[in-house]
């Protein structure tokens, strides 16, 4: 075979000969067959991830909120360990303080609202039926209705799905009722070993990385720590605002049900663009239940509150650094709860910044590969990769 070392197709792929290229595929497809036939010996690293998961996700969540209050009092003299245990007291007091005070109304608010939902949307649906009948749509409005009536049914069995099929996700091992149990006791231990010394486990980790590649490790490094923190504290700390300002708007304009549908706007809020308005629709047939100027008042604050908090508040709690268009977050959320169930729906943005970041990297090492090989036609621009030229 001729000596091909002056290809830049083959010297690009880091060969010297076409053999070269030749082994690389067929290597590849051994490796690919291979590995669907034992694929089974995946399974217990599938299910040791999926059961870890939960509670690394919530521990990450405490070191970002955590830190931050942590450093602030470190600086103040006292020592980390003694901060953190600080911060914890505090919190765990006033979640248990708020927890005596609201948990009775939430409760009654929340029993209630689930027993009459069924019959507020009734309610609302029958309105809607006898509006249709006294206009020009009133042949059409049967077969309206009947669709309605089918979307609803479709929608509540794909909540319902979904709900199984994301608690399953979590971890097939234990319950669901477990899984939350250990993910609150082990996420706050977890979550104060990185808090107490945030450098270690970095510097463990530095150490098992090749010298050659530590650079390259240090930079993807830091921009998944901001891409992490900014959506994971940012969405949190915006959730709960959203759901204070709705449950001080709400109970200003004389909403029923006002706590619970405040609460539920805020959690669900969580999922980006579409958790909120998940509770946007109870809150409807509440306030139909009341008057027209009621519904008119809840319509207006409802959007007013979303305006508010998309142009003010996430802006400033979040900033615009984890550069994921709006549609794009709308497809990550159809894909990832196709894909992974409710799991997917609540952590597909991180799961698909994490994703996007090593494509990034990889694509900008193939640029600065290409460049070398193939410059003299022409050299790829924006080839360098660190948290400056990434963001």
Same mark, same amino acid.
């Given at each position: 075979?001729?000596?091909?070392?002056?290809?830049?197709?083959?010297?690009?792929?880091?060969?010297?000969?076409?053999?070269?290229?030749?082994?690389?595929?067929?290597?590849?497809?051994?490796?690919?067959?291979?590995?669907?036939?034992?694929?089974?010996? $995946?399974?217990p690293f599938v299910v040791? $991830?999926?059961?870890?998961?939960?509670?690394?996700?919530?521990?990450?969540?405490?070191?970002?909120?955590?830190?931050?209050?942590?450093?602030?009092?470190?600086?103040?003299?006292?020592?980390?360990?003694?901060?953190?245990?600080?911060?914890?007291?505090?919190?765990?007091?006033?979640?248990?303080?708020?927890?005596?005070?609201?948990?009775?109304?939430?409760?009654?608010?929340?029993?209630?609202?689930?027993?009459?939902?069924?019959?507020?949307?009734?309610? $609302?649906?029958?309105?809607?039926?006898?509006?249709?009948?006294?206009t020009p749509f009133a042949?059409?409005?049967?077969?309206?209705?009947?669709?309605?009536?089918?979307?609803?049914?479709?929608?509540?069995?794909?909540?319902?799905?979904?709900?199984?099929?994301?608690?399953?996700?979590?971890?097939?091992?234990?319950?669901?009722?477990?899984?939350?149990?250990?993910?609150?006791?082990?996420?706050?231990?977890?979550?104060?070993?990185?808090?107490?010394?945030?450098?270690?486990?970095?510097?463990?980790?530095?150490?098992?990385?090749?010298?050659?590649?530590?650079?390259?490790?240090?930079?993807?490094?830091?921009?998944?720590?901001?891409?992490?923190?900014?959506?994971?504290?940012?969405?949190?700390i915006a959730s709960l605002?959203?759901?204070?300002?709705?449950?001080?708007?709400?109970?200003?304009?004389?909403?029923?049900?006002?706590?619970?549908?405040?609460?539920?706007?805020?959690?669900?809020?969580?999922?980006?663009?579409?958790?909120?308005?998940?509770?946007?629709?109870?809150?409807?047939?509440?306030?139909?239940?009341?008057?027209?100027?009621?519904?008119?008042?809840?319509?207006?604050?409802?959007?007013?509150?979303?305006?508010?908090?998309?142009?003010?508040?996430?802006?400033?709690?979040?900033?615009?650094?984890?550069?994921?268009?709006?549609?794009?977050?709308?497809?990550?959320?159809?894909?990832?709860?196709?894909?992974?169930?409710?799991?997917?729906?609540?952590?597909?943005?991180?799961?698909?910044?994490?994703?996007?970041?090593?494509?990034?990297?990889?694509?900008?090492? $193939?640029?600065?590969?290409?460049?070398?090989?193939?410059?003299?036609?022409?050299?790829?621009?924006?080839?360098?990769?660190?948290?400056?030229?990434?963001?």
């Amino acid at each position: 075979m001729k000596n091909d070392s002056k290809s830049p197709l083959i010297n690009f792929f880091g060969g010297k000969t076409s053999y070269y290229l030749i082994g690389l595929v067929a290597l590849l497809s051994v490796t690919i067959y291979l590995l669907n036939k034992i694929s089974f010996i $995946f399974h217990p690293f599938v299910v040791i $991830f999926s059961t870890v998961l939960p509670p690394l996700v919530f521990a990450l969540l405490l070191y970002y909120l955590f830190n931050p209050i942590v450093n602030f009092l470190s600086k103040k003299g006292l020592s980390r360990g003694l901060s953190i245990a600080l911060s914890y007291v505090v919190i765990l007091g006033a979640l248990v303080i708020g927890g005596f005070q609201l948990g009775p109304i939430i409760e009654r608010q929340a029993v209630d609202l689930f027993n009459q939902l069924p019959g507020f949307f009734n309610d $609302f649906q029958q309105t809607i039926q006898n509006f249709l009948d006294n206009t020009p749509f009133a042949a059409q409005s049967d077969d309206a209705m009947a669709s309605l009536n089918s979307i609803v049914k479709d929608f509540s069995s794909f909540i319902v799905n979904n709900w199984q099929k994301g608690a399953k996700g979590i971890g097939t091992i234990f319950s669901a009722v477990s899984t939350v149990a250990i993910t609150l006791f082990t996420g706050p231990i977890v979550a104060f070993f990185l808090i107490k010394n945030p450098q270690k486990l970095y510097q463990a980790f530095m150490a098992i990385v090749p010298p050659r590649f530590r650079h390259d490790a240090q930079e993807l490094t830091k921009v998944a720590n901001q891409q992490l923190g900014a959506f994971l504290k940012g969405q949190v700390i915006a959730s709960l605002l959203l759901g204070a300002i709705y449950w001080v708007v709400f109970l200003i304009i004389g909403l029923e049900f006002a706590t619970v549908i405040a609460i539920a706007a805020g959690i669900l809020s969580i999922i980006p663009y579409i958790g909120a308005f998940l509770a946007f629709f109870p809150g409807l047939f509440i306030a139909f239940q009341d008057s027209s100027f009621m519904v008119v008042k809840f319509v207006f604050v409802w959007f007013a509150v979303q305006m508010l908090h998309g142009d003010l508040v996430v802006p400033r709690v979040m900033g615009d650094r984890l550069k994921i268009h709006p549609v794009t977050i709308l497809i990550v959320l159809l894909v990832m709860g196709d894909l992974l169930g409710l799991v997917g729906v609540i952590f597909g943005i991180p799961i698909y910044s994490m994703i996007k970041l090593m494509v990034v990297f990889t694509f900008r090492k $193939f640029k600065q590969r290409y460049n070398k090989y193939f410059g003299q036609n022409g050299t790829y621009e924006n080839t360098d990769f660190s948290e400056d030229d990434y963001l």
